[in-house]
């Protein structure tokens, strides 16, 4: 998509990513945050700052002509047992759905991941989000469990599904 710069996120982008979220947590149904749940200025700020200070964290935007219109994110523990996984997240603006702006934030990812060391990926998606699991299983993702009527929205209970992906040694 021209135009479309996928980058690690900045300090500087705080104002827009807080917009971004309470945008994408009004317009779609499937994300785990409602509206008056996404964090003030200054959380966010602070969000930015663990993860560009910290090397098993990644916080990657999608910028369209300099508007914020996508983010991935990625962390990681310390933990010796499980220092080998990440837990990953992204969010793409209803309008920019379809154009392949998911497709590059998770390429972008998951090379970034692989040079950090990451060897599993993995992360949660309420199972009535059809796009975003072919988008998982695209990138070799595959369903590891469920966990029944795990979130509620609206009053209906939905399943979350837990897929992952080993990216080898």
Known sequence: MEGLIIREVRLSDAVQIVNFKKMVSQESKFLLTCPDE???????RRMITLYLGDPRRIFLVAEYFGEIVGMITLYGSNRRRIVHRGELGITVRRD???KGIGTSLMHNCLAIAKQKGFKKIQL????????????????????????????????????LVMMGRWLGD
């Open 38 to 44: 996404v964090e003030d200025l200054i959380d966010q």
């Open 96 to 98: 920019f759905w379809g």
């Open 124 to 159: 949660e998606v309420m199972a009535n989000n059809e796009r975003a699991i072919r988008l998982y299983k695209k990138f070799g993702f595959e369903v590891e469990g469920v966990m029944k009527r795990a979130v509620c929205v609206d009053g209906e209970y939905i399943d």
